[in-house]
């Protein structure tokens, strides 16, 4: 069992691809975290996150929104987002920790985190751009993910002849979108009716 586990592991190595995609600007770094960093980090967000469960309005029904969510960072940047105006909670040692991390690579000061608790399969986010006004011109944004691997789907707005993108989103990785994609491009977390188990992501952006 031991032996199966140190070849699963030794086959993980930190890749970092770079998306060859139209009008978009993609890099994936699998492994940013390690996993005992994951581990913790996972552990932490699921009990100490001020989670919430919001609703949204469709066909004249209030609904629930399929997912847990929470906003975090410099105290004086709401966020407007899906209907919703997000009051931001201050900064925590995780949030600090994992912003520090990923600071260098994405040479971006963040502002805020958005968080989202997926707790199964049929807990996803639909089509859509991260491309709120309050972003500025060119988002960019940096997501991090724990815990269960997701398909992270993308698709141009304008351009039919292109397939979607499929990216699995795997614990510890590093996803940064930037340049023009928001423009072109959405992007979306299907349901599936797999037995998943909980997955933790934070799309850490600049509030200007
Ligand atoms: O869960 C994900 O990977 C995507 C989240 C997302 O698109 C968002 O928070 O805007
Ligand atoms: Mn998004």
Redesign the pocket.
């Known amino acids: 069992m031991d032996l199966f586990h140190q070849n699963l592991d030794s086959s993980l190595e930190l890749t970092t691809t770079k998306f060859d995609l139209p009008d978009a600007d993609i890099i994936l770094f699998n492994e940013f975290f390690t996993k005992t960093e994951s581990e913790k980090l996972y552990k932490n967000l699921i009990e100490k996150i001020n989670w919430q469960q919001y609703t949204i309005k469709m066909f004249g029904k209030i609904l629930n929104q399929p997912r847990l969510t929470a906003f975090y960072g410099e105290e004086d940047k709401p966020y407007a987002y899906s209907g919703l105006k997000l009051t931001p909670n201050p900064w925590t040692e995780d949030l600090l920790f994992i912003k520090s991390r990923i600071t260098k690579t994405a040479q971006i000061n963040f502002s805020s985190v958005?968080l989202n608790y997926y707790r199964n399969g049929q807990d996803s986010?639909g089509w859509?751009?991260?491309d709120e006004k309050e972003l500025g011109q060119n988002p960019v944004?940096g997501?991090i993910s724990f815990g269960e691997t997701r398909l992270f789907q993308l698709r141009h707005l304008t351009r039919k002849d292109l397939k979607k993108v499929d990216i699995k989103l795997t614990n510890g990785s590093f996803l940064l979108m930037k340049g023009q994609t928001q423009h072109y491009w959405e992007?979306q977390i299907p349901k599936t009716s797999k037995h998943l188990t909980p997955r933790i992501n934070l799309?850490f952006r600049t509030i200007v």
């Open positions: 958005l986010m859509h751009s991260d944004i997501s992007h799309t």
